[in-house]
């Protein structure tokens, strides 16, 4: 790769359509392996920039100056409780504005490179209740003035807290704090607009990161100054082992090593490469893969976190602390893909400020907070996870601190020839679709198709590519070699601003929201969507949706039978139990035109089809 053009993969782009799809994958797949997205540096240094000057920089000033804090110097107030509510405030912020996670190219946002507020500023864009016709005043499926209202609220009640003088605390000063806290009053008002703008939209919510910062504007309005300090330390623990615990079984052994191949300072392919099991023709992970996946991860994710709540030991303590600290520093230099850098900045942060600054020894510990609110904590902090690795389908994988474990519903879509245009033409969106966002900055269309399709690559590398790939093999067979496949999230960011890895953002509500503006045809708009694995299943369910029709077969898979495949899938597809199909259902099918004009309207349908064995498969 170079400083400003990205490496190319041994691809031509005006044959990419030539290839069979799972050819594409067989190459790609394998040059990720070894390159990554092959991303230019320039795109590593803008967030380096952004990350040291803006976020840190700009977070540090705001939260000093504000404070009545000299930032020169720092060791007369870093554990000042003050100080960690702005640090969170000011992330919520920028989280809010659509400039911190799931920002710039690494994100799919290549120009512009945020959705965030050219999303929830403008009315018509698309909104997506978590429980509409459940919770008055949040059916539909339109932003309108209300929702943008609640959200410049939110932007201003923000800005407010962070520059409006702090507030006296008497049990702060007690303990020897003299910075007080940020007004509880501003902390209530701004609890009760996040949770009314997230009844309206999730996608908001999580954006804003709702999951895990709004306990702690709960915390910041009416929790004590101990309680507060030692509730913030069980949320963060029950973030990481949630993380953790999400990580055992087979999918989190197949997300590390597509991670290191895409981590911009690991200067050998030989140091990638041995992360797979057999390079090129095996790219299973390796026990070197494992190993790094379950012990750098796994392990010190749960291990660690309980040390520092427990541990009263100084010397114990500042290890665990470094290590948690090393850790988070560890993945932001990776540069995952949905760049949750703030996020790791943060929690590195918050490990030596809420364990180190305000250790359990220093009347900080559990046994320090108020029993009767300690049960009532523990128990809210731990009802989205239990519920969320039980019943996935019911919460998101953020709320369920599912994080980066490799176990994510996901999707991906799949368009006849010139079908994807009317995305752009019918859509009220923060920015064009992700191919013409590519085609912009590559300068050719038949470029940006290769650059989309290495994402395909990179999905077939987890466990859900291969079944997803599967599942579309079944429904479009050799149709699939000439529909636009794309991948789900990225063209989700393009029409709601947002997407963190979570299929719940793009489920067949969403869909439909879609296909009300759209209007596609049946067989114009295929979506293969699989649900997360519940922690107690060996199996995950599928749907199928034709964008015309709704959900059109439901099934499910053997997670054993996508983690043993490769991702070009050379034993063919993965069984498929299918459960239930529409009735009557027969795919439509577009044929492939003489000449691919990719930018023009398709092809009439040709003959309705359907499997003599009602799978869909794709006949002749």
């Known amino acids: 790769m170079g400083f400003s053009k990205p490496s190319v993969p041994p691809v031509e782009p005006d044959k990419v359509y030539d290839l069979p799809y799972l050819e594409r994958i067989r190459i790609l797949s394998r040059y990720w392996a070894e390159n990554g997205f092959g991303s230019p540096t320039i795109f590593h240094v ?11 920089a700009g977070g540090y000033l705001v939260g000093t100056l504000t404070s009545g804090f000299n930032p020169f110097h720092p060791g007369e107030f870093w554990t000042e409780p003050v100080l960690y509510q702005k640090f969170i405030l ?69 800005a407010l807290s962070l ?96 991670m290191v191949s895409n981590t911009p300072w690991v ?26 996946a379950h012990v750098g991860g796994t392990l010190v994710e749960i291990v660690t976190p309980l040390v520092l709540l427990f541990s009263t030991n100084k010397t114990v303590t500042i290890v665990a602390a470094v290590l948690m600290i090393c850790f988070h520093l560890f993945i932001t230099s990776t540069f995952p893909l949905a760049v949750p850098l703030e996020w790791n900045v943060l929690f590195a942060f918050a490990a030596g400020f809420l364990f180190l600054g305000n250790p359990n020894w220093d ?21 989205f996870p239990v519920l969320g690795n039980l019943r996935p389908d019911l919460v998101s994988f953020l709320p369920s601190m599912r994080q980066y474990a490799g176990n994510w ?16 033409e019918r859509l009220v969106k923060p920015a064009p679709m992700v191919i013409d966002q590519a085609t912009e900055l590559l300068g050719s269309r038949d470029a940006a198709e290769v650059a989309l399709y290495q994402v395909m690559g990179w999905r077939a590398l987890h466990s859900q590519g291969r079944a997803l790939n599967s599942i579309l093999v079944d429904q479009l067979g050799d149709d699939l070699d000439h529909y636009a496949i794309r991948e789900a999230e990225f063209m989700t960011n393009c029409i709601v601003g947002f997407n963190f890895g979570d299929g719940h953002l793009h489920d067949h509500r969403f869909i439909a929201s879609i ?40 099934g499910t898979y053997q997670v054993a039978d996508a983690v043993a495949e490769q991702p070009w899938l050379p ?50």
């Open 515 to 554: 296909q009300k503006r759209c209007g596609f045809e049946p067989g114009e708009f295929i979506v293969a969507w699989i649900e997360s694995q519940p922690v107690h299943k060996n199996f995950q369910r599928y749907v199928v949706i034709d964008a015309a029709l709704g959900i059109v077969e439901r």
């Open 90 to 158: 000011w992330t919520v912020l920028l989280e809010a504005l659509g400039v911190a996670g799931s920002w710039g190219p690494l994100a799919g946002h290549f120009k512009p490179f945020t959705g965030g507020w050219r999303t929830y500023g403008r009315v018509d864009t698309i909104r997506e209740p978590p429980w509409p016709g459940k919770v008055p005043l949040t059916d539909g499926d339109r932003r309108t003035p209300v929702d943008v209202g609640l959200y410049l609220a939110i932007i201003v009640t923000l």
């Open 267 to 292: 200067p050998l392919k030989a140091m990638k490469r041995i992360n797979y099991r057999k390079f090129p023709e095996d790219l299973r992970p390796s026990h070197a893969g494992n190993l790094l």
């Open 46 to 56: 803008i967030y380096i920039v952004k990350l040291v000057f803006f976020y840190i």
């Open 363 to 383: 009347g900080f510990g559990l046994g320090d907070m108020t029993p009767w609110l300690l049960v009532v904590t523990a128990a809210g902090l731990l009802f």
């Open 163 to 258: 520059v409006l003088p702090t507030v006296d605390d008497a049990g702060l000063t007690a303990h020897g704090f003299t910075g007080g806290r940020v007004s509880p009053v501003l902390m209530v008002i701004l609890g009760v607009l996040l949770i009314g703008l997230g009844l309206r939209d999730k996608v908001f919510f999580l954006q804003a990161r709702g999951e895990q910062y709004l306990p702690a504007i709960v915390f910041f309005a009416l929790y004590g100054a101990v309680d507060m300090i030692v509730a913030l330390k069980l949320l963060i623990v029950v973030v990481w082992v949630g993380a953790g615990f999400s990580k055992f079984g087979k999918h989190f052994g197949m997300v590390v090593p597509p």
């Open 571 to 620: 034993n063919g597809p993965i069984p498929l139990t299918v459960e239930w199909r529409l009735a009557g259902y027969q795919r439509v099918r577009y044929p492939r035109p003489a000449a691919v004009d990719k930018t023009v309207a398709m092809p009439p349908p040709a003959t309705v089809e359907s499997a003599p064995d009602g799978s869909g498969g794709g006949g002749s």
């Open 409 to 424: 519903a996901s999707a991906t879509w799949a368009f006849a020839p010139g079908a994807e245009q009317r995305l752009n």
